[in-house]
């Protein structure tokens, strides 16, 4: 059974950091691309960051280019975000999602999902 | 950025058809996927490639293609199918979802 579990949320103030980790089981993680997604309350979902099976290929989205960094670490079936330069906007529930396949350069879908650690940036 | 374009909301009654739709200029080059979401749980794929069907995900959700709009269809919507439902396709940068339609049923 696939399980994404995420962990590290918490509350932080504006231009602090802050660092999350997903830990996947179930799968052969290294056969696939990762992502994030995030969902602010009471908002849609926004697609924050990916990275290919072997690190070779990482994307952002605008909103957050220059500040969150996505990494992983294939030996401990690990995802991470290292967010910084956090704002009120990056107050979130973050999901962790795996790709159907292994780059991130093709338009695939998320087939799996965690259950989200919630981000709240606040003074 | 891209972007993708769904209604807010739709309104049905039970028993009735629910067609939800998905607007962008990138659509008849990359596949759209659609994700449902309840209240308090994470997304569920319904439909992918514009219009295939997963396993475990009722007959009753179809999806379809044409031009810039793609479209998720659900016949016969029954009560549990009230929920928030995505469309996610991607551009050169990474992924994109729409900003989401509430579906109610009445």
């Known amino acids: 059974e696939v399980q994404l579990v995420e962990s590290g949320g918490g509350l932080v103030q504006p231009g602090r950091s802050l660092r999350l980790s997903c830990a996947a089981s179930?799968?052969?993680?290294?056969?696939?691309?990762m992502h994030w997604v995030r969902q602010a309350p009471g908002k849609g979902l926004e697609w924050v960051s990916g990275?290919?099976?072997?690190?070779?290929?990482?994307g952002y989205a605008d909103s957050v280019k220059g500040r969150f960094t996505i990494s992983r670490d294939n030996a401990k079936n690990s995802l991470y975000l290292q967010m910084n330069s956090l704002r009120a906007e990056d107050t979130a529930l973050y999901y962790c999602?795996?790709?159907?396949?292994?780059?991130?350069?093709?338009?695939?879908?998320?087939?799996?999902w965690g259950q989200g650690t919630l981000v709240t940036v606040s003074s | 950025s891209y972007e993708l374009t769904q209604p807010p909301s739709v309104s049905v009654s039970p028993g009735q058809t629910a067609r939800i739709t998905c607007s962008g200029d990138?659509?008849?080059?990359?596949?759209a996927y659609w994700y449902q979401q309840k209240p308090g749980q994470a997304p569920v794929l319904v439909i992918y490639?514009?219009?295939e069907r997963p396993s475990g995900i009722p007959e009753r959700f179809s999806g379809s293609s044409s031009g810039t709009t793609v479209t998720l269809t659900i016949s016969g919507v029954q009560a549990e199918d009230e929920a928030d439902y995505y469309c996610?396709?991607?551009?050169?940068?990474?992924?994109?979802f729409g900003g989401g339609t509430k579906l109610t049923v009445l």
């Open positions: 999602a795996k790709d159907w396949g292994e780059s991130i350069a093709v338009a695939n879908y998320f087939d799996y």
């Open positions: 179930g799968f052969t993680f290294d056969d696939y691309a």
């Open positions: 990275i290919s099976w072997n690190s070779g290929s990482i």
């Open positions: 990138a659509l008849p080059k990359q596949y």
């Open positions: 490639k514009d219009s």
């Open positions: 996610q396709s991607a551009d050169s940068s990474g992924r994109v």
